[in-house]
């Protein structure tokens, strides 16, 4: 696994430590990897291009305010998509210059 990879996901409320994180689909926008841990959880990252999304503070916040108002209509938890925050509570991270 990359190390700054494992430095990103680290900074992430992850169930236990990350084993991998490998390239997953392909993308025009965004880059997209799928993270597993040792418990056998699969997680996805993604590297938010800000040259396409210039505000990714408005982006998250849009994003969290969609998924917390799905959240409220359905039963069924796993239709959501579940956003993992930080260990100081944001929704992203900002570091080595990428999102």
């Known amino acids: 696994m990359n190390e700054n990879l494992f430095e990103v996901l680290r900074a992430f409320r992850l169930d ?3 084993v991998s994180c490998e390239p997953y689909g392909c993308g025009h926008i965004n880059v997209t990897y799928l993270a597993v841990t040792e418990s056998g959880r699969r997680y996805i990252l993604q590297k938010i291009n800000n040259n ?5 503070a408005g982006l998250m916040e849009n994003i969290t305010a969609v998924t917390e108002f799905l959240r409220t209509k359905t039963d069924d938890p796993r239709s959501v998509l579940t956003l993992v925050k930080t260990h100081d509570g944001a929704s992203y991270l900002h570091a080595q210059d990428a999102y």
Do not use: I
């Open 16 to 18: 236990t430590k990350p």
């Open 52 to 56: 396409t999304f210039r505000d990714v």
